[in-house]
């Protein structure tokens, strides 16, 4: 063990640079929200994510976002075991039925101000899961959606680059620009 | 054995691969009881419009078959769970989404069906009937036992589904699973389908095993049709399963780690599994390479800029993980943890046909590529990795001895690849309906999959089997007498598919 972790004390982090610029796989219900959380919470963010249906695909990209490779809690973004701690919920999958009490009792349990971002294509619309007996569709048929990061799944870097538009500095004079979604 | 049981059927016409029969009360008695002596393995039960399927394995012979029963008049179906008790929850499903009468089966409370769906009984449109009872958890009674309910949401980034413990102090007396939250309609919604909207359904089922269960699905529709794709695809839709293994076992063993609080083998497998996945994003176009196996072939070339990719990565890996495996190995405190710990009998892992990791750990020397081999295992074989202890220890070594034999496989696999096409349009229909049924091995065990196809290239009826089925009614064996605090370990060393359970 001591061999590795001397090498890993002398060769350069696996952590690389994330370009802060606006992925494409964004739909924002307001661009209202960044200067919102910007305001009340600077750059950090404590993040709980639930699976209302997913196939699991979105939860291994997620995971992804905690390796070195994009080390997402240099932005001051984590994530949080309990909805109690929780500024955003982060939710994946198509609702299912099943799951739709489970979700709403988790937002109620989230203290305000709060904030909720729908993961993937399922998240988004339902995806191959539409019209289905067991499943309700969209989260935002369950729970008012803030801000929607499509994909099948999404990448970490779209997940990345999502959240770091959630909490960007520039946020609040972003804001005012009519032209944003 | 099977064929004793079967000396008197006809296998069915239109059901291609290996024979399906159709069984009356008398045989299908007799599976029930070579299952309850452990002569055959239970690897598929599942419902259709007038008959209930099951899928079996003879370990003895290396021999499989199909066996289906008629639905009687009334909507009954005698049940093999009275003899063998991995079928109970198969069952369950089976009257949840069919409504059939299951006679005799020993739990009859709902499984997949949570009382939250406009529509009862959903495969077989039968209007609402009467409400279900409130779900009743198993009892477990004695002075000092105390409950603690865990989910369906859970602490970390995992799937939904929940676990009722009663444990006495810190010592787990009994775990009991209730899953069915991620429950999606897959089969309702797979009906109709043409063969490659179904491909895209299969390709969800389960995320992490996406290439395994397009795997499965695409070798049941072509064995249905008597189609053979090109050479080339059959060899890369091997490599990308082999690649879905590696990333999919160094993300375990790092997150098993993890849960025994040593998180620096978590940090250096999440790197391996990065460099994997962007390997495979290279290669195939995208990291879990979803979509990328369809009826008729691939849908990547793999060019040589990818082919070199995943040849250097087999160098990288190489080199890394021996040190990773030394880590392991080397680590008292981490060790004090994992051996021991969640042990699975032989026993049990024979009875449940246990799959993948949790079976070879617990010496059922079983893995499709070796025992019942498919394209291209048939020409480049695989070797078979065992273990008996049973334990968490032995899940995370079937892991890393399995990491090495991929990446031997891979290289050979590479240095062998056919050239040619990759992909062939299926055009041709059949002019009756007609039936596969394909086993491939997945990261997690073997993964089952049965189609039936009509004259107009649709779907009329998909099941698709996770080895998950058979794997968490072991894990709340493994956990019983275990503290409280292992269960993360233990359910990692598992890491069951929900999704692919709930379907």
């Given at each position: 063990?001591?061999?590795?972790?001397?090498?890993?004390?002398?060769?350069?982090?696996?952590?690389?640079?994330?370009?802060?610029?606006?992925?494409?796989?964004?739909?924002?219900?307001?661009?209202?929200?960044?200067?919102?959380?910007?305001?009340?919470?600077?750059?950090?963010?404590?993040?709980?994510?639930?699976?209302s249906g997913?196939?699991?695909?979105?939860?291994?990209?997620?995971?992804?976002?905690?390796?070195?490779?994009?080390?997402?809690?240099?932005?001051?973004?984590?994530?949080?075991?309990?909805?109690?701690?929780?500024?955003?919920?982060?939710?994946?999958?198509?609702?299912t039925h099943n799951m739709r009490e489970a979700l709403e009792r988790t937002?109620?349990?989230?203290?305000?101000?709060?904030?909720?971002?729908?993961?993937?294509?399922?998240?988004?619309?339902?995806?191959?899961?539409?019209?289905?007996y067991a499943?309700v569709?969209?989260?935002?048929?369950?729970?008012?959606?803030?801000?929607?990061?499509?994909?099948?799944?999404?990448?970490?870097?779209?997940?990345?680059?999502?959240?770091?538009?959630?909490?960007?500095?520039?946020?609040?004079?972003?804001?005012?620009?009519?032209?944003?979604? | 054995?099977?064929?004793?049981?079967?000396?008197?059927?006809?296998?069915?016409?239109?059901?291609?691969?290996?024979?399906?029969?159709?069984?009356?009360?008398?045989?299908?008695?007799?599976?029930?009881?070579?299952?309850?002596?452990?002569?055959?393995?239970?690897?598929?039960?599942?419902?259709?419009?007038?008959?209930?399927?099951?899928?079996?394995?003879?370990?003895?012979?290396?021999?499989?078959?199909?066996?289906?029963?008629?639905?009687?008049?009334?909507?009954?179906?005698?049940s093999?769970a009275?003899?063998?008790a991995?079928a109970s929850r198969l069952e369950r499903a089976i009257a949840d989404l069919f409504g059939f009468e299951m006679?005799?089966l020993p739990d009859p409370r709902p499984w997949l069906d949570h009382g939250r769906w406009a529509v009862r009984s959903p495969?077989?449109?039968?209007?609402p009937g009467p409400e279900p009872p409130r779900y009743a958890f198993l009892a477990a009674e004695?002075?000092?036992l105390h409950q603690i309910p865990v989910g369906p949401v859970h602490?970390?980034?995992?799937e939904p589904g929940h676990f009722r413990f009663t444990a006495?102090?810190?010592?787990?007396v009994r775990l009991e699973e209730r899953l069915g939250y991620t429950h999606k309609g897959?089969?309702?919604?797979?009906?109709?389908?043409?063969?490659?909207?179904?491909?895209?359904?299969?390709?969800?089922?389960?995320?992490?095993?996406?290439?395994?269960?397009?795997?499965?699905?695409?070798?049941?529709?072509?064995?249905?049709?008597?189609?053979?794709?090109?050479?080339?695809?059959?060899?890369?839709?091997?490599?990308?399963?082999?690649?879905?293994?590696?990333?999919?076992?160094?993300?375990?063993?790092?997150?098993?780690?993890?849960?025994?609080?040593?998180?620096?083998?978590?940090?250096?497998?999440?790197?391996?599994?990065?460099?994997?996945?962007?390997?495979?994003?290279?290669?195939?176009?995208?990291?879990?390479?979803?979509?990328?196996?369809?009826?008729?072939?691939?849908?990547?070339?793999?060019?040589?800029?990818?082919?070199?990719?995943?040849?250097?990565?087999?160098?990288?890996?190489?080199?890394?993980?021996?040190?990773?495996?030394?880590?392991?190995?080397?680590?008292?405190?981490?060790?004090?943890?994992?051996?021991?710990?969640?042990?699975?009998?032989?026993?049990?892992?024979?009875?449940?046909?246990?799959?993948?990791?949790?079976?070879?750990?617990?010496?059922?020397?079983?893995?499709?590529?070796?025992?019942?081999?498919?394209?291209?295992?048939?020409?480049?074989?695989?070797?078979?990795?065992?273990?008996?202890?049973?334990?968490?220890?032995?899940?995370?070594?079937?892991?890393?001895?399995?990491?090495?034999?991929?990446?031997?496989?891979?290289?050979?696999?590479?240095?062998?690849?056919?050239?040619?096409?990759?992909?062939?349009?299926?055009?041709?229909?059949?002019?009756?309906?007609?039936?596969?049924?394909?086993?491939?091995?997945?990261?997690?065990?073997?993964?089952?999959?049965?189609?039936?196809?009509?004259?107009?290239?649709?779907?009329?009826?998909?099941?698709?089997?996770?080895?998950s089925w058979?794997?968490w009614p072991?894990l709340e064996?493994?956990?019983?007498?275990?503290?409280?605090?292992?269960?993360?370990?233990?359910?990692?060393?598992?890491?069951c598919?929900y999704s692919?359970h709930d379907l």
């Open positions: 063990m001591r061999r590795r972790l001397f090498k890993n004390l002398v060769t350069s982090p696996s952590t690389e640079p994330v370009s802060e610029k606006e992925p494409a796989v964004l739909d924002a219900a307001g661009a209202a929200l960044r200067g919102a959380i910007a305001r009340r919470l600077g750059r950090s963010l404590a993040i709980r994510e639930v699976d997913s196939c699991n695909g979105c939860e291994l990209e997620i995971h992804a976002l905690s390796n070195a490779f994009y080390d997402v809690e240099r932005f001051g973004i984590r994530f949080v075991a309990s909805p109690r701690h929780a500024d955003v919920l982060l939710v994946t999958g198509p609702v937002y109620a349990a989230t203290p305000a101000p709060k904030w909720v971002v729908a993961v993937g294509d399922c998240g988004a619309g339902c995806g191959v899961f539409a019209n289905s499943c569709g969209a989260v935002s048929k369950v729970l008012p959606v803030d801000l929607v990061i499509r994909g099948c799944p999404p990448t970490p870097t779209d997940l990345l680059q999502g959240l770091l538009w959630l909490i960007s500095d520039s946020a609040a004079r972003v804001a005012t620009d009519a032209s944003r979604p | 054995m099977l064929k004793a049981l079967f000396a008197d059927l006809l296998p069915v016409a239109s059901h291609r691969g290996w024979p399906r029969v159709e069984a009356d009360a008398g045989v299908w008695r007799g599976i029930g009881e070579a299952l309850r002596e452990g002569k055959l393995d239970l690897l598929g039960l599942w419902g259709d419009e007038a008959a209930v399927h099951c899928a079996l394995y003879e370990p003895a012979t290396r021999d499989m078959s199909s066996a289906s029963i008629k639905v009687s008049a009334g909507g009954k179906v005698p093999l009275v003899f063998h991995p006679v005799g495969l077989a449109e039968r209007a004695g002075p000092s602490a970390g980034i995992i006495s102090g810190e010592t787990v897959v089969e309702k919604l797979l009906c109709g389908k043409t063969i490659d909207e179904a491909a895209r359904l299969a390709a969800r089922v389960s995320g992490d095993s996406t290439v395994a269960y397009a795997f499965a699905y695409a070798r049941a529709v072509e064995t249905a049709l008597e189609f053979c794709p090109p050479p080339r695809a059959l060899w890369l839709r091997a490599v990308m399963a082999e690649l879905e293994r590696i990333a999919n076992h160094l993300g375990d063993i790092g997150a098993i780690c993890n849960d025994a609080a040593f998180s620096m083998m978590h940090a250096e497998c999440a790197i391996l599994r990065e460099e994997t996945l962007r390997t495979c994003a290279v290669a195939f176009g995208h990291r879990l390479m979803m979509d990328c196996i369809v009826p008729g072939g691939v849908t990547a070339h793999l060019a040589s800029a990818g082919h070199d990719a995943i040849l250097s990565l087999a160098q990288h890996l190489r080199q890394q993980f021996p040190e990773l495996i030394e880590l392991y190995e080397n680590t008292a405190s981490l060790q004090d943890r994992t051996v021991g710990t969640g042990v699975v009998t032989t026993m049990l892992a024979a009875q449940f046909a246990a799959a993948g990791y949790v079976g070879r750990a617990s010496g059922r020397a079983f893995d499709t590529r070796v025992c019942r081999p498919y394209p291209p295992y048939d020409v480049e074989p695989m070797d078979m990795v065992g273990r008996n202890e049973g334990d968490v220890d032995a899940r995370v070594w079937i892991r890393m001895l399995e990491i090495q034999r991929s990446l031997d496989w891979l290289e050979a696999a590479l240095a062998s690849l056919p050239n040619g096409p990759t992909h062939l349009p299926v055009i041709a229909g059949p002019t009756v309906s007609v039936e596969g049924t394909a086993l491939v091995e997945g990261f997690r065990g073997d993964v089952l999959a049965y189609v039936r196809i009509g004259p107009d290239l649709c779907i009329e009826r998909c099941h698709l089997r996770d080895p058979f794997l072991l064996a493994a956990i019983e007498g275990n503290i409280v605090a292992d269960f993360p370990l233990c359910n990692k060393s598992f890491n598919s692919g």
